[in-house]
């Protein structure tokens, strides 16, 4: 009996699977968090322009109006539009 254990080593083709399938999912998660802090980080990009658009004013309380005016006024504004289906109408006959 040998007290040294015995380890088999899988085939290249295995590790090069595994090592694609690893790179996939590290890519994966990659994008996933670029997204995320791409989506999160506009906001912050709305607040810094109101900041230097804003910078004139000396006084802290007028400088937070003209902020908050300034982001009022740059809201994306998202107007739905109605739609009516082909078979109906808004009048009865």
Known sequence: M???PNFAFP???LTVAT???ATVIALGILWGIVTLFQS?????E???AAE???AQHIYLSERQVCMNE??????PRIVALQT???GTSPTKE
């Open 2 to 4: 040998s007290a040294r």
């Open 11 to 13: 085939g290249s083709t």
């Open 19 to 21: 090592a694609a399938l």
């Open 40 to 44: 999160r980080g506009v906001p912050m």
């Open 46 to 48: 709305r607040l810094v």
């Open 52 to 54: 230097h658009a804003c």
């Open 70 to 75: 300034w982001l009022a006024a740059s809201r």
């Open 84 to 86: 009516r289906s082909a």
